[in-house]
């Protein structure tokens, strides 16, 4: 069955600009978390979502992101004003929530470069 | 608050050798623990999971690891490498018993492992 798609799977933006970025997760799953990787940092927990509200936004690292969900499915997260240090890979996860015991399932994730 | 730490940026053996990679964790409750894996230009992917039952637990690809609350300890380990074996691995905790429990996963920082053939 189809996993956790995203898009774009690579985004070239100029410091200022806006992005959105795309993820679909596995149909039925609840839960959804959008996380960063970063060159030697880990990764990072930005925001999750149970259906469409996010009860934990505790990782976005400022008021420049956001992120909202559709429907129970489609997620898509908003960088505005795009700074250098915003470069990094931006991974979305999906799972059955509560019920899933922490298996998360990732999809390849969207490389952002700004320039 | 929940942590782990990753003992080893990077990991180097030879195939047909064991495998070590280390994990500590720190956590209010009794956590859950797993390992993800991320091969290169693929995505992450569970290898395996600790949830309170069984304190050595076996995962895909012949790996295992084992909970060992005297120690917060939950090393990873596999009896010989493979060459497919070389990636980035994770050591992950989670609360999913709290209250406020959103299945969040709480990443250490990866250990990469290198297999010499």
């Known amino acids: 069955g189809a996993g956790v798609s995203q898009s774009p799977s690579n985004k070239v933006t100029e410091k200022g600009k806006d992005v959105e970025l795309r993820c679909d997760p596995i149909?039925?799953?609840?839960?959804l978390y959008w996380y960063r990787q970063s060159l030697g940092q880990g990764l990072e927990f930005l925001i999750y979502f149970q259906g469409n509200s996010a009860p934990d936004k505790s990782g976005l690292p400022s008021d420049r992101f956001s992120a909202e969900r559709t429907g129970g499915s489609v997620s898509t997260l908003t960088i505005q004003r795009t700074q250098q240090e915003d470069s990094a890979v931006y991974l979305c996860a999906s799972s059955l929530g509560r019920s899933g015991l922490g298996v998360l399932y990732f999809g390849p994730g969207t490389r952002l470069t700004v320039t | 608050a929940q942590s782990v730490t990753q003992l080893d940026s990077h990991v180097s053996v030879s195939e047909g050798t064991p495998v070590l990679l280390r994990c500590n964790y720190s956590s209010s409750y009794s956590p859950s623990l797993f390992w993800y894996v991320q091969h290169p230009n693929k995505g992450l992917q569970l290898l395996l999971k600790y949830t309170s039952a069984a304190t050595l637990v076996k995962g895909i690809s012949g790996f295992e690891a084992e909970f060992k609350k005297s120690e917060t300890s939950f090393h990873l380990t596999k009896p010989s490498a493979h060459m497919s074996d070389a990636a980035e691995y994770f050591c992950v905790v989670s609360d999913l018993r709290g209250s406020s429990n959103t299945g969040k996963l709480i990443f250490g920082q990866g250990t990469t492992l290198q297999v010499k053939p």
């Open positions: 149909s039925g799953h609840t839960a």
